[in-house]
């Protein structure tokens, strides 16, 4: 039973791998390429190479990746590095598909909606491979190589690598303002990958700090029926004991609590976070919700 579940699950993550290639090669073909925007990564490299010798794309990442896959293969898990090879061949893949066998054009000749558009696109691609244990290679496996030997992070080494990329790019096509479309797009796409990955917060946690917390615990538990957990604190700089109130609730009785606080005691601290997921009585788990 145990094999079978494991086969399903890798099943779902192939495809969300292929699907994710596709999207993420048309973002190129539909939106980059055509405005010659790069967004970091190998293949933003692969699209400059491009533009001087007009070499495929496609292949140019693959053989841009062997060297990479060669250095990272001590630093990467077997699995993950399977998983970006394939990766990696279908995007490129799907890249020259749609650029020389059945050639697509660009969908839009203003080069903000084609930055804009492009980074979603991207982001939505690059997002589902990530959801499939995957990555398109380049700087995500330059950046855990990075991340071994130094202090920096995974995350920030990716992001000064494309940034790398990206400027250089402005100056191998003696346009900057290229640059700059590449540096919005490189946003738009991590806002995007995010968003795919942790989804839209759906729910809120509220931190109550107040002299009145049993009657707004009461309230809460009648009016909102919501649980209450209650937390013992002390002020740090009164060093006078006080319980602080903890709540998750959904975004839409948020203003509702508010109300209910401030009517019990208008001096109340309130505070109110955006929550990921949540697992337990009386909310749906996020991930159960986006899983493929």
């Given at each position: 039973m145990a094999a079978k579940n494991k086969i399903l699950f890798e099943t779902k993550n192939l495809i969300l791998i292929v699907f994710g290639c596709l999207v993420y090669a048309l973002a190129y073909v539909l939106f980059l390429i055509p405005h010659q925007i790069v967004p970091g990564g190998i293949s933003g490299v692969s699209l400059v190479i491009n533009y001087f010798f007009h070499t495929p794309i496609g292949v140019v990442i693959v053989i841009l990746n062997i060297p990479i896959f060669l250095v990272g293969a001590k630093v990467i898990g077997q699995l993950f590095m399977v998983k970006s090879i394939i990766g990696v061949l279908?995007?490129?893949?799907?890249?020259?598909?749609?650029?020389?066998?059945?050639?697509?054009?660009?969908?839009?000749?203003?080069?903000?909606?084609?930055?804009?558009?492009?980074?979603i696109t991207l982001g939505i691609g690059l997002g589902l491979i990530f959801r499939g244990g995957?990555?398109?290679?380049?700087?995500?496996?330059?950046?855990?190589?990075?991340?071994?030997?130094?202090?920096?992070?995974?995350?920030?080494?990716?992001?000064?690598?494309?940034?790398?990329?990206?400027?250089?790019?402005?100056?191998?096509?003696?346009?900057?303002?290229?640059?700059?479309?590449?540096?919005?797009?490189?946003?738009?796409?991590?806002?995007?990958?995010?968003?795919?990955?942790?989804?839209?917060?759906?729910?809120r946690a509220a931190f109550i700090v107040s002299d009145k917390t049993e009657e707004i615990a009461q309230a809460i538990l009648t009016q909102i029926r919501r649980g209450v957990t209650k937390l013992h604190g002390v002020g740090a700089y009164s060093n006078t004991p006080r319980d602080v109130l903890y709540v998750v609730l959904a975004k839409r009785q948020v203003p509702e609590l508010v109300n209910i606080t401030k009517n019990i005691d208008p001096n109340a601290f309130v505070v109110i976070t955006d929550v990921y997921e949540v697992l337990g009585k009386g909310f749906e788990s996020r991930t159960t919700k986006l899983h493929i």
């Amino acid at each position: 039973m145990a094999a079978k579940n494991k086969i399903l699950f890798e099943t779902k993550n192939l495809i969300l791998i292929v699907f994710g290639c596709l999207v993420y090669a048309l973002a190129y073909v539909l939106f980059l390429i055509p405005h010659q925007i790069v967004p970091g990564g190998i293949s933003g490299v692969s699209l400059v190479i491009n533009y001087f010798f007009h070499t495929p794309i496609g292949v140019v990442i693959v053989i841009l990746n062997i060297p990479i896959f060669l250095v990272g293969a001590k630093v990467i898990g077997q699995l993950f590095m399977v998983k970006s090879i394939i990766g990696v061949l279908l995007s490129s893949f799907f890249i020259d598909f749609f650029t020389y066998a059945v050639p697509l054009s660009s969908i839009t000749s203003n080069k903000i909606l084609a930055c804009l558009y492009g980074g979603i696109t991207l982001g939505i691609g690059l997002g589902l491979i990530f959801r499939g244990g995957a990555s398109t290679g380049g700087t995500d496996i330059i950046g855990q190589v990075i991340n071994r030997y130094s202090n920096f992070s995974t995350g920030n080494s990716i992001l000064i690598v494309d940034f790398c990329i990206i400027s250089l790019s402005g100056i191998a096509f003696r346009n900057f303002e290229l640059a700059l479309y590449g540096y919005l797009t490189l946003f738009f796409s991590t806002k995007i990958i995010d968003l795919v990955l942790e989804g839209m917060s759906y729910t809120r946690a509220a931190f109550i700090v107040s002299d009145k917390t049993e009657e707004i615990a009461q309230a809460i538990l009648t009016q909102i029926r919501r649980g209450v957990t209650k937390l013992h604190g002390v002020g740090a700089y009164s060093n006078t004991p006080r319980d602080v109130l903890y709540v998750v609730l959904a975004k839409r009785q948020v203003p509702e609590l508010v109300n209910i606080t401030k009517n019990i005691d208008p001096n109340a601290f309130v505070v109110i976070t955006d929550v990921y997921e949540v697992l337990g009585k009386g909310f749906e788990s996020r991930t159960t919700k986006l899983h493929i």
